[in-house]
């Protein structure tokens, strides 16, 4: 029935799913409730208060956002014959290199242990992913795994590029949520961009937000920088996929790439958050060696022609063993995001006791008569 499954078809898909999702994002995550969704209490003090540990929708978000980069490289590998088992442990060495590194790249370049980035994350992928490539290929003769197909290097450069797009897109939403990665003022924007920005902007409100205790932007007209970065790495994403499954592979690469490489270097200049010291910071050098190394790898590679089909993409990705891989990835990042080291939660826990009825067994004695010395009075 699937067998003709069109690109066309994926990319409408992904667009009826996407788009909504973005819409609540940006117009509900600005809300200062929206920071914090649980507390898990920890210990007791004296006065009776309990003292917890704040969950964030940043480490959701962050999560999700991870999940769908992961599910779109599967299917796109899996497009171009790599099987699902192949794919999962490219994705498992990807993640050991760049999980870490969204954390000490940060510290590296903003000195803060606390922070995360996606974009020293990414750098970090990219220089590792010609070994990544290698050590699965070599993998692939042993065991069970020596009638795989060995991995395609520009295919799988070019589906990482695209993955990465979706997950930075869709992960700019947990920064609208923590406040972080927040734009200039409007009204200190040169005019011609202050002027496309004073109906549609972010105000962030919450003194636990980075904005507010690291920027001291709280209640401020901000160029909504994270919700264009979003839009635009989703969109660049959805037509990257499109000329991928195309057979385009090297559009798609340089496609998804270089408009996202581009708009980080220029972003961070519409950017009002301490990005490290100088003019020109080192993400955005990052930046722009991520875009030449990847051109030498596909000037080095060399590559048989690929034939891609969604449906097997689609087949590799509903797979119970990738769908359990995943919801693993989900909850290894939402357990290594979403725990707040920067604040700390006290709750006061009481019985309402408006809502409680108390049982006619249980209710309170008559109280008995007392004496003149105060004791209860015996009966006659």
Request: overall charge positive; charged content about 10%; aromatic content about 12%.
């Amino acid at each position: 029935m699937f067998s003709t499954f069109a690109p066309e078809m994926l990319i409408l898909g992904l667009s009826l799913l996407l788009a909504p999702y973005l819409r609540w994002g940006f117009t509900t995550l600005v809300g200062e409730r929206w920071q914090f969704f649980a507390t898990i209490p920890t210990h007791k003090d004296d006065d009776g208060r309990w003292h917890g540990v704040n969950l964030t929708f940043y480490g959701l978000l962050s999560a999700n956002a991870y999940v769908v980069a992961l599910a779109i490289f599967i299917l796109l590998c899996g497009s171009a014959g790599v099987s699902a088992p192949i794919s999962l442990l490219t994705l498992a060495l990807m993640l050991l290199v760049c999980v870490p590194a969204s954390r000490y790249v940060a510290w590296l370049v903003e000195r803060k242990w606390h922070s995360f980035t996606v974009g020293g994350a990414f750098f970090a992928g990219v220089v590792a992913a010609p070994a990544v490539i290698a050590i699965v290929n070599g993998a692939i003769g042993f065991g069970n795994m020596s009638a795989a197909t060995p991995v395609p290097v520009l295919p799988t450069l070019a589906a990482m590029a695209i993955a990465y797009a979706y997950g930075e897109g869709l992960g700019r939403l947990s920064c609208i949520s923590f406040g972080c990665c927040y734009g200039k003022p409007v009204d200190q924007a040169p005019d011609w961009v202050a002027r496309h920005f004073q109906r549609w902007n972010f105000t962030f409100f919450g003194n636990t937000r980075k904005v507010a205790y690291a920027g001291g932007l709280q209640g401020v007209k901000l160029i909504p920088i994270q919700a264009i970065t979003a839009l635009t790495y989703t969109l660049i994403g959805l037509l990257s996929t499109w000329l991928y499954l195309r057979g385009m592979i090297t559009a798609a690469l340089f496609t998804a790439l270089i408009v996202t490489q581009i708009w980080r270097f220029a972003s961070e200049m519409l950017r009002a958050d301490y990005r490290g010291d100088g003019r020109i910071s080192a993400y955005q050098i990052m930046a722009l060696v991520a875009i030449a190394l990847t051109g030498i790898y596909a000037l080095m590679a060399q590559e048989s022609s690929t034939t891609f089909r969604v449906i097997d993409g689609l087949s590799a990705l509903w797979n119970p063993a990738v769908i359990l891989s995943l919801l693993a990835v989900w909850v290894l990042i939402f357990t290594y995001m979403g725990r707040s080291t920067i604040t700390e939660a006290t709750l006061q826990v009481r019985v309402r006791t408006d809502q409680v009825r108390m049982p006619a067994t249980m209710a309170a004695p008559t109280p008995r008569p007392v004496n003149e010395v105060g004791s209860p009075s015996k009966p006659s």
